[in-house]
């Protein structure tokens, strides 16, 4: 039986990379550039999964590393000269970095606190980058322009961000089956247990609030270097953080691909509903991810993983358990 | 059996995921109809002001359309805008730019608004050589990196006293001195770095440079500080409630100079009425107000539009509104100079665009931003009245000091 699931979930991610990689030479630039954004969410999701769906701790402050990464490489290249190459890990370690010192203090904070304080961090980083002379103020900031042909560029981007979707999950699913994982899935379930059984709770807070920095810093880059042109409002704003923790939801957090699937169904749907209406698509969105809450709470993972059969007893027993 | 079943599971969420990312279809239009495209804030931070703009160009192309529409090497096309929302985000926005040109195959573009998202918008313009008109970004940062396919129709901030100031060097005898304050936000701080350089290369001497705190109400120690260096006229960006502070301490420290010019609170009647008779004089600057009058292309005159715009929409407009209808005339003018809808010749047309409109003469720096076309208010009699260039009154300079009224 269980053979039987992973052969189904292996053909299911055959076909997914098989899709990722055929898909920008057989579609226009829209659609590259569409699905290199919903890849980068798909990058933020998985990396709030990795602090928030596995520790267990509800960050809702992640945007912060994006609008580092954005800023750290749009300064090292803009205004140091460097060339993509090394501003682009320059922004994963940059905030990771960010991730250890602020986490120091901050991951000590629990549940409500905890979310709170990171919602301030990333308030007091946009507030910051607003006045600080070398990020250009409010006003933001251009990035060097590719010298490449518009197609080449998109599908540069496109291989860049799967990449580093592809790395966030490997990584993610390695640490999993390390002692890491287990440690930060025994911190979820009760920190003060897991402390007494030997688990250095700290250190496994910060490296997993460091690795979720990271991929989101690297992110952050390419997003940047893609824009052409950055400004705080936009890579710091709260809203980004808020759709990476509902993509997350909707695809099921604390699995490796909920995020990713999440994501990706999350930015077709609001497409879908912006192209056909114009000003309510934001009404029948909410009401989309209302019902997906209250009756598949775990996620498009558990219904496709296929434990349960789907039908409207799935449905109903969802409501049953969760007590909606 | 059953793994037959999941197999076929995993493999029908596969296909809808790839059949919905493949089939973002559009229709195509008839012939002779010529595309706009337009990401605006319909919804998100900035969907109030998006608003504006997207009333102002649906009036503009419905009134173009009724007139005939425009005409290029004789065969009339119909003006169509294709309107997206960008939810007031920069990644979105752009996202939607890439749209507009590679699927629904836009002949021209319309700008978004504000800044943040017109750049990243206006390099995707650039990266396919579509020219975009924008009302919506006034900073200099758009115009900065010599892109040639954004064009702007809002002044910059930095050009902003440019008329008071080539008025101010008219008078005679020449003014030889002058004061600039400002507030403490970025767009107070451009217009005053603007006024300085401006004012330095007509040979006026900036005696006074300096930020104040608009939230203490106190000007008190400026206006010392002003008094003792005497300075032909003050200048400060600002917001209305400093502006008032500002003239009524004047008077009480019986301050008196040539003339007293404010960028936000002149035209606005509030001002008017909580000052008085001291408001008296006191000279302003603006970029458009519905109460001047321009001859315009696409409706005859400022009033005209004012007019049809408060029937239709039941609100006044404000120069955003204002702005948007430059964008659809530049346009129009441009498409029908070239005679073409070939990208490259309109660019160039759009370069060289002399034309009056509702929002006043609309012609472009080489770096695309519209060449300053704000004018000089001075309040006379209670009233406001444009003073330069070519205003209803004459300015009067200087002004009477505050014991002799």
């Known amino acids: 039986m269980a053979q039987k699931g992973t052969v189904t979930k292996g053909l299911f991610l055959g076909i997914l990379i098989i899709i990722g990689i055929a898909l920008p030479f057989f579609s226009g630039n829209f659609i590259i550039r569409f699905v290199t954004n919903a890849l980068m969410f798909a990058v933020l999701a998985s990396a709030w999964n990795i602090i928030g769906g596995y520790t267990g701790y509800a960050s809702f402050g992640n945007v912060v590393f994006l609008g580092i990464g954005a800023y750290v490489s749009a300064v090292l290249m803009e205004k140091g000269g460097v060339p993509f190459w090394v501003g682009f890990p320059a922004s994963g370690v940059g905030a990771a970095i960010f991730a250890i010192l602020i986490g120091l203090p901050v991951l000590r904070l629990k549940g409500h606190y905890f979310a709170i304080a990171t919602l301030g961090v990333a308030e007091a980083m946009k507030a ?48 999993l089956k390390k002692k890491l994982g287990y440690g930060l899935i025994a911190i979820r379930e009760d920190e003060e247990a897991a402390n007494s059984l030997g688990v250095n ?23 940047a270097y893609q824009q052409g042109f950055i400004k705080p409002e936009s890579v710091f704003d709260v809203g980004v953080t808020v759709k990476m923790i509902v993509m997350a939801v909707f695809g099921g957090i604390g699995s490796i691909l909920g995020p990713l699937l999440g994501a990706l169904s999350i930015e077709i749907i609001s497409e879908i509903l912006t192209n056909y209406f114009l000003v309510a698509h934001t009404l029948f969105f909410g009401a989309i991810v209302i019902f997906a809450i209250v009756f598949t709470p775990k996620g498009i993972m558990d219904i496709i993983s296929g434990r349960k059969k789907f039908g409207i007893s799935y449905l109903l027993q969802n409501i049953r358990d969760h007590r909606v | 059996m059953k793994t037959g079943i999941k197999w076929l599971k995993g493999l029908v969420v596969s296909g ?32 109030r002001t998006g608003k504006l703009y997207v009333d102002s160009l649906k009036l503009a192309t419905a009134a173009i359309n009724k007139a005939g529409g425009i005409k290029v090497a004789g065969k009339a096309y119909a003006i ?35 800044s943040g998202v017109t750049i990243p918008d206006s390099l995707v313009a650039q990266r396919y050589k579509i020219p975009m008109v924008e ?25 902003y006293f440019g008329t008071t100031l080539s008025m101010l060097t008219g008078f005679k005898p020449k003014p030889k001195s002058i004061a600039i304050i400002f507030g403490d936000d970025k767009f107070d701080l451009s217009v005053a770095k603007g006024a300085k350089k401006n004012a330095e290369k007509l040979g006026l001497k900036v005696v006074l440079y300096e930020k104040i705190s608009e939230s203490s109400a106190d000007f008190n120690t400026i206006l010392t500080k002003v008094k003792s260096l005497a300075p032909d006229a003050l200048l400060m960006a600002g917001h209305t409630e400093g502006g008032i502070n500002l003239v009524q301490q004047a008077k009480e420290l019986n301050v008196n100079l040539k003339m007293i010019s404010l960028t936000v609170g002149p035209s606005e009647a509030d001002f008017r009425k909580s000052l008085g008779k001291n408001a008296e004089y006191i000279f302003g600057v603006a970029s458009w107000s519905p109460q001047m009058n321009f001859k315009g292309i696409i409706f005859k005159s400022t009033k005209d539009f004012v007019a049809k715009f408060k029937a239709k929409y039941n609100y006044d407009p404000d120069y955003h509104n204002a702005s948007a209808v430059a964008e659809i005339a530049v346009l129009k003018n441009a498409i029908e100079k070239a005679g073409t809808l070939n990208p490259e010749k309109v660019r160039n047309a759009i370069a060289k665009t002399n034309i009056e409109t509702i929002y006043g003469p609309v012609r472009f720096n080489p770096n695309g931003q519209i060449k300053g076309s704000s004018v000089v ?4 009699g209670g009233q406001v009245y444009q003073v330069y260039p070519k205003g209803t009154k004459k300015p009067i300079y200087p002004m009477p000091a505050w014991k002799t009224r």
Request: a positive charge; proline letters at 3%; charged letters at 15%.
């Open chain 1, 128 to 175: 910051l980058v607003d006045n600080l002379e070398i990020t250009e103020g409010n006003s933001g900031i251009y990035l060097p322009v590719m010298d490449l042909s518009v197609k080449s560029q998109y599908i540069f981007f496109y291989f860049m961000m799967l990449g580093v979707l592809v790395l966030t999950l490997v990584v993610t699913y390695i640490f």
């Open chain 2, 16 to 47: 809808i995921v790839l059949g919905l990312v493949v089939s973002f279809n559009i229709p195509a239009y008839a012939k002779n109809v010529i595309k706009l495209g337009c990401a605006m804030s319909f919804t998100g931070k900035k969907s």
């Open chain 2, 377 to 380: 208010l001075q309040i006379q």
């Open chain 2, 80 to 114: 169509k805008i294709v309107f997206y929302d960008d939810k007031s985000d920069a990644a979105e926005s752009a996202k939607l730019i890439e749209k507009l040109i590679v699927e629904d195959k836009v002949n021209f573009l319309l700008g978004p608004y504000s």
């Open chain 1, 201 to 223: 709770t700290t250190l496994f807070k910060i490296t997993s609030f460091a690795l979720s920095g990271f991929f989101s810093g690297l992110a952050g880059s390419l997003y």
């Open chain 2, 135 to 159: 009302g919506g970004g006034a900073s200099g940062k758009i115009f900065s990196r010599k892109n040639p396919y954004i064009f702007g129709t809002l002044p910059s901030a930095g050009q």
